[in-house]
């Protein structure tokens, strides 16, 4: 029994997935396009991705939703980029399907360095339910579309195990997004909005970090949005009175935050709590 134990832990920390992950994301550059038609999502990732570790490496691992493909990889200068790609279980989890990419490097990127890599990929996509995360139902329609990284809606760094995804560090990293929907639905996430651009039946919308964040959510509806002394919020129409008193509390939370000294701030979020 032991004997059969040993053998199995040897086999999952020597597989592929199981590779320490070494490439972190610094920044990233995305254009999506969301066809409710057709159910499908496609873009293009501008990605910034710096070597964390302490030896060169020669292969960007990336996840994707696993009825997701990578269609190209080039560097930042255009050149191909060689790739594979699979879809797999995790190591650690057998029912967390994805598709899993490998991008080679060429050459190698140090360490401390950092490289840009583009890749466009498309597909359909669909929630894990079945994995245990009941509440990934992500999926494309006009009454709702979510694109994230809990999906892999669009190119995850990382390898397909858990483990080496919490013990990898995170570094935040900064995100310039586009996103195109037909006319009629409107998209949030995050960062500064940086205008909304109509072409036909379609609309983009771009949004800008204002600093580095540890992830990236965007949603799709007809939303109606109201942006009043700073506090943006995006509501359904039958929301609306919801979406009223959620402004006023927001607005009195942050009177009161503003009327508290900086200093005594910092000293409150310092103190350890009982």
Avoid: C
């Amino acid at each position: 029994m032991r004997s059969s134990v040993l053998s199995m832990l040897f086999l999952l920390l020597s597989a592929p997935g199981a590779r320490a992950q070494k490439l972190g994301l610094t920044a990233m550059d995305l254009d999506v396009e969301v066809d409710v038609a057709a159910e499908m999502i496609s873009g293009t990732a501008r990605l910034t991705v710096r070597n964390l570790g302490d030896a060169p490496v020669s292969e960007l691992p990336l996840l994707l939703n696993r009825l997701m493909r990578v269609r190209s990889a080039s560097a930042a200068t255009g050149e191909p980029l060689a790739f594979e790609q699979a879809v797999v279980s995790f190591v650690d989890e057998p029912k967390l399907q994805v598709t899993s990419a490998r991008l080679a490097l060429a050459p190698p990127l140090a360490a401390g360095q950092e490289r840009i890599v583009v890749v466009a990929w498309g597909g359909p996509l669909v929630g894990y339910e079945e994995t245990g995360m009941l509440y990934v139902k992500d999926h494309v329609s006009r009454e709702f579309t979510l694109l994230r990284e809990d999906a892999y809606a669009f190119p995850v760094v990382g390898e397909p195990s858990s483990a080496s995804r919490r013990a990898a560090p995170r570094p935040g990293f900064t995100f310039d997004v586009r996103v195109t929907v037909p006319r009629g639905l409107v998209v949030a996430t995050g960062g500064e909005p940086r205008g909304v651009e109509a072409r036909g039946a379609q609309a983009t919308y771009r949004f800008a970090s204002a600093v580095p964040v540890p992830f990236l959510d965007i949603a799709a509806a007809a939303y109606e949005v109201t942006d009043e002394g700073g506090i943006r919020i995006y509501a359904f129409r039958e929301d609306a009175e919801g979406a009223r008193r959620l402004r006023g509390r927001v607005r009195s939370a942050l009177e009161l935050l503003s009327s508290v000294p900086v200093g005594l701030r910092a000293e409150r979020a310092a103190k350890p709590r009982a």
